[in-house]
């Protein structure tokens, strides 16, 4: 497989009791009846919509030539397991979301890479607030 250029996707979209339909401005088609809280851009649900592998999943694609996807790097960042090397995701939150807890690649499960984050607000109400810094440490 050689890709010839970048690969336009559809997100898988997961309905959460604490998400809207606002991911609409951002060119989403949202089912009518459900909440949306997060756009996954890069899960490997998320399906090819341009040509010529228009209809199938970017986890198929990786299935079917991880290097030709991901990269050399991208599998080193992987540790050679057969992920998008980043996850990018679109979160609308209309309620306070609570503190998360990631492993890190050294504690995650099997399988599983840890989490680093880098968070981009693309919009916000006035008032809203966002916290960090929390730091958990083993001892």
Known sequence: MTLSGPLLLSPR?????????GL????????DDELIGEALITASEAIVLNPPYAGRTLGDLIEEDECAVIGQRGLELT?????F???IKLLEANEALSIQVHPDDDTAPPGNLGKTEAWHVLDARPGAVSTSGWRMTRP
């Not at 997961?14 to 339909?21: A, Y």
């Not at 609409?24 to 089912?31: Q, V």
């Open 24 to 31: 609409s401005r951002f060119g989403f088609a949202l089912p």
């Open 85 to 87: 090397p980043l996850l």
């Open 79 to 83: 540790r050679g397991l057969p992920l």
């Open 13 to 21: 979209l997961d309905p959460k009791p604490w998400g809207g339909r």
